[in-house]
DNA sequence: TTGTACGCGTTATCAA
DNA sequence: TTGATAACGCGTACAA
């Protein structure tokens, strides 16, 4: 099995590499007969060409970076993380774009910021999380890399963008319960530091103060995305005999803590508690009981993010966006009337 | 800005290319002198040598495919696709190698198998899907790709593969349940043209008869890995009034369906049903009641897979291997004695 | 120990 | 419409 390439391709069609190259890129000022020459050579041989080659020459790789920090293997695998790249791989594959992974040890900062990417195999990068923001923006500036980001970010407005309106999705959730007869509301948040979840407080906020209700300070617990804080939340609010009636879980995740922690000590839901979550992972439809939550359109933000991007890339579109995609309630059986 | 490359580090260091070339390899053979000149302007102007012209020159990508068929969103963000990932990017992380994806549509088989895999972007496969294997392994072995599988395949017994001991998980689980004096045990298990299934079920009957037990045919179920055939299961069996004091669900997403039926027509669990998975989701210690399951290493599954392809690429190890990593029981609240 | 020259497989320029 | 020929940036015999 002898190696192919462009030049034994073209000998065999009887004309010079530059005709095979030609044809293979869709050029115009090819001959009818040359061209279907070529054609029925590479057909026959199975000939495709080395797109490492093809990288060298164009410099470009079709590879899309995406920079995400590496959190616990149990965070990265509530599937969030898997909807968003699969929104991701699914328009990369339409474009004929790869994706590459870095991760980035949060906790481990000394890497050389130069070590983080790889600028001659990748064309452009999605940022996947805040918190390697700083770390390495400046050199991607420095480099006129096209960027990404997969936050709402208002420190980096020169930067696209893709988000759900996470304002709004706090307002739903809260209202949600409000409209229920709710008054006492507790929330269980995550992460203060990240403008995600600001925003979800203060939708919280702006749905308390629209319908004349004070937030209750001490029933708001702050903690981070995870089965874990929900469970021991639950279990404080309890222990220090807070009143609540409904819980807001910020994620899907707090929120199946919160459930378990609710369903051990044989409270009704949502006879006495009503939850609700943030997120709508697949899963959430079979928690017991199933889950009312905000549904977010992960898969579809992966979808945007990359299609951002290569419309940079490709120069189709290269003016600076800031999506914010629509949350929306999604009513199951964790919520009800205050009784 | 101008473009660096090696020509100019060589020029600014007063050394020829070779000599850099040489630095940046590791090679021996370099004066302790012309080394330092080149390391420190290296430093100094920032130099990363382009890794696609390393690739090309050097006929190796550092990249390792991944070839998996393109299961719902559902199915692949359940947590078990994640997890194996992380293990693969943290092993290839370590030894300087990317991953790239490509899906196949399981459905819609027409992709010529050319375009299937990119030859001179990836050094090696790994095939995660039995789904895919019929579909490419005559390319990829007339081409001798390296090549691992992520699923044990008797009929593939020339190529490395890891799995665990799936005979093993399901005759542990088998045996949890019949230890606690079950003997009406329901399986509710998926794809039997799989042989990871068929050997689950081989060890649920194996079980059996070591304990002198009859399986009772009608209470075996067949579906496949989701929560919606769990739930579906169950109400099954109610309908059809079939007597069982377990379910042995050879998923946790299975459970969880089977658990959201269990729990929303009152059964009391363990105490009138008793229910074991199988995988161990990172989400399973959160079900209500915590499930108990069989334990897989999915993540080292990950890191084995990436190991031996890697090895076998390197000439560390080029042995065929058949890798079957052991599960072991996790006891959690879902199961107890009968009464 | 160093440097020259060529090869890797493409694309792109420019003359024919 | 075609075909030399020169990039692209690096690795590596081979000669010095």
Redesign the interface.
Known sequence: ?EKLNIDKIARLSLVSKSVVSRVLNDHPNVSDAARSRVMSTIKKY?Y??????Q??ATNR?HVLGVLTDRRP??E????????FN?GL?DKC?KEGY????T?VDAGNLNQSN?TLF????TDGFILHTPEVINLIIDDLK??EFPVVFKHQNSEYSEYSSVDINNYLGGYLATSHLIELGHKKISILWAVPEVEEARERMRGYRQAHSDNGLKVDESLIITGHYS?EFG?EAVRKLNKLNKQFSALFCTSD?IA??A??AL??EGVDIPGEVSVVGFDD???S??????LTTIHQPI?EKGVRAAEILINQLEKRDTKIVHDLLEPHLVIRKSTGPVL
Chains 1, 2 share one sequence.
């Open positions: 099995m199975g495709k060409p080395n797109s490492t080659a990288n060298l790789s293997n149990n990265m695998s509530n599937g969030y993380w898997s909807l699969l791989f594959r790869f994706t590459r992974f991760f130069h790889d600028e001659s195999g420095r480099k089965q469970y995740t199946m803590g459930l378990l369903n051990e992972l697949p899963s439809g079979f928690t017991f009981p199933p898969y």
